[in-house]
């Protein structure tokens, strides 16, 4: 492979962007939802069955793959893609966001990360160095810079200090990735709450120089309120022709408010893992599938559905294998809510290219604030 990683911007409206990130494993639209697939499976799906949701992109996860079965067995496999059969473009975060979760099971330096796994309790190791060597042993298309996310809220000394750790670290990690055609770098801006030093962590990203820019360090305890003030100005911070990435977001109306704010890309764990807990997403709100109002209900989830839970089976037999614990139960469910976030993403495409974004995001909102449909 000797194709570029490359974005064109094909429409805006307001603040809000669509394009394409050309790959040479194919094309993601954007603004585009990545499903994630943690342990190189998102779980209760089949490869075909997340594309046929829509999914131009998945993501992979660092740091349980280091472990399990180690990046090295599945570069001797083929490389991640040839191992999950998904022959599409894949990100892979760094492991930074995972091994900072494990709190009293870690040891932070300059140099790098040191932690027990949760799995056996095995010591590792791991830098900006060793990250970018694994995400290659894995083969992904775009590689995530290794960087430290303190949990919020936290004190203004405490994610400075952090901040220009990570900006040491996106430095050494744009060293370490090297020249790969092919492939692309993404630098990761943090700084909290506050402002300056998100625009500190963003120029000395720009000066670096990535393929693209994520929005680290939301999403990890602060109010949507909060997040929303942070994304009114931070995607304006990287350039316009690079893509914008929000690590870990979210709910559907967080994806909203971020696409209207200028964000292109986004993941988040919340479709499978609502789908397997019998949390579903509709035009109307959000269903529970658990509750006794669908033991006897004929209808669909969605009549305007297309996804095979809606097309297929009625609310009642969702609700039987839910509550049997049947198998099927988080194969449908999960489809359901890939299909709905993928729609949505769609949607927004659409009404971005049509000039009519803010339409669309209200009468969005409207659906999801209706009463009709218990909330989660």
Same mark, same amino acid.
């Given at each position: 492979?000797?194709?570029?990683? =490359?974005?064109?911007?094909?429409?805006?409206?307001?603040?809000?962007?669509?394009?394409?990130?050309?790959?040479?494993?194919?094309?993601?639209?954007?603004?585009?939802?990545?499903?994630?697939?943690?342990?190189?499976?998102?779980?209760?799906?089949?490869?075909?069955? !997340?594309?046929?949701?829509?999914?131009?992109?998945?993501?992979?996860?660092?740091?349980?793959?280091?472990?399990?079965?180690?990046?090295?067995?599945?570069?001797?496999?083929?490389?991640?893609?040839?191992?999950?059969?998904?022959?599409?473009?894949?990100?892979?975060? =760094?492991?930074?966001?995972? !091994?900072? @979760?494990?709190?009293?099971?870690?040891?932070?330096?300059?140099?790098?990360?040191?932690?027990?796994?949760?799995?056996?309790?095995? #010591?590792?190791?791991?830098? %900006?160095? #060793?990250?970018?060597?694994?995400?290659?042993?894995?083969?992904?298309?775009?590689?995530?810079?290794?960087?430290?996310?303190?949990?919020?809220?936290?004190?203004?000394?405490?994610?400075?200090?952090?901040?220009?750790?990570?900006?040491?670290?996106?430095?050494?990690?744009?060293?370490?990735?090297?020249? #790969?055609?092919?492939? $692309?770098?993404?630098?990761?801006?943090?700084?909290?709450?506050?402002?300056?030093?998100?625009?500190?962590?963003?120029?000395?990203?720009?000066?670096?120089?990535?393929?693209?820019? $994520?929005?680290?360090?939301?999403?990890?305890?602060? @109010?949507?309120?909060?997040?929303?003030?942070?994304?009114?100005?931070?995607?304006?911070?990287?350039?316009?022709?690079? %893509?914008?990435?929000?690590?870990? /977001?979210?709910?559907? @109306?967080?994806?909203?408010?971020?696409?209207?704010?200028? !964000?292109?890309?986004?993941?988040? /764990?919340?479709?499978?893992? @609502?789908?397997?807990?019998?949390?579903?997403?509709?035009?109307?709100? /959000? /269903?529970?599938?658990?509750?006794?109002?669908?033991?006897?209900?004929?209808?669909?989830?969605?009549?305007?559905?297309?996804?095979?839970?809606?097309?297929?089976?009625?609310?009642?037999?969702?609700?039987? !294998?839910?509550? =049997?614990?049947?198998?099927?139960?988080?194969?449908?469910?999960?489809?359901?809510?890939?299909?709905?976030?993928?729609?949505?993403?769609?949607?927004?495409?659409?009404?971005?290219?049509?000039?009519?974004?803010?339409?669309?995001?209200?009468?969005?909102?409207?659906?999801?604030?209706?009463?009709?449909?218990?909330?989660?």
């Amino acid at each position: 492979m000797t194709q570029k990683i =490359s974005f064109s911007l094909n429409a805006q409206d307001g603040k809000a962007r669509t394009g394409v990130i050309s790959t040479p494993r194919g094309d993601i639209r954007t603004p585009a939802f990545m499903p994630v697939g943690t342990a190189a499976t998102v779980k209760a799906m089949m490869p075909e069955s !997340v594309r046929a949701t829509g999914a131009d992109i998945l993501l992979g996860n660092t740091y349980h793959l280091m472990l399990r079965p180690t990046a090295e067995s599945i570069d001797a496999l083929g490389g991640l893609h040839k191992f999950m059969n998904w022959e599409r473009p894949i990100l892979t975060d =760094s492991g930074g966001f995972q !091994v900072m @979760s494990l709190s009293g099971l870690r040891k932070l330096t300059e140099e790098g990360v040191t932690f027990k796994s949760h799995i056996d309790g095995s #010591r590792h190791h791991l830098t %900006p160095e #060793r990250s970018m060597e694994i995400q290659r042993l894995l083969g992904s298309d775009i590689v995530m810079c290794f960087d430290e996310c303190p949990a919020l809220p936290a004190d203004r000394d405490r994610i400075e200090k952090s901040m220009r750790m990570s900006m040491r670290w996106a430095q050494r990690s744009r060293d370490a990735f090297g020249d #790969r055609p092919g492939h $692309a770098l993404f630098g990761i801006q943090q700084g909290g709450l506050e402002q300056d030093m998100r625009e500190e962590s963003a120029k000395a990203l720009r000066d670096i120089e990535f393929d693209g820019y $994520a929005i680290g360090g939301l999403a990890v305890g602060e @109010s949507q309120e909060a997040m929303f003030g942070v994304l009114d100005y931070a995607p304006e911070m990287f350039p316009q022709d690079k %893509p914008r990435y929000l690590m870990g /977001v979210g709910k559907p @109306s967080d994806i909203l408010g971020a696409v209207a704010r200028g !964000v292109d890309m986004m993941d988040c /764990v919340l479709p499978s893992r @609502s789908g397997r807990t019998g949390q579903l997403f509709t035009r109307r709100g /959000v /269903v529970n599938i658990k509750n006794a109002r669908h033991k006897d209900d004929p209808r669909p989830l969605d009549e305007a559905c297309t996804c095979p839970a809606c097309q297929n089976y009625s609310r009642a037999y969702l609700h039987h !294998v839910f509550k =049997s614990n049947e198998i099927i139960s988080s194969m449908l469910l999960t489809w359901h809510n890939l299909h709905y976030f993928q729609e949505l993403m769609q949607g927004m495409r659409d009404a971005i290219s049509a000039a009519n974004f803010a339409q669309y995001e209200a009468a969005c909102h409207e659906g999801l604030a209706m009463g009709d449909i218990e909330p989660i």
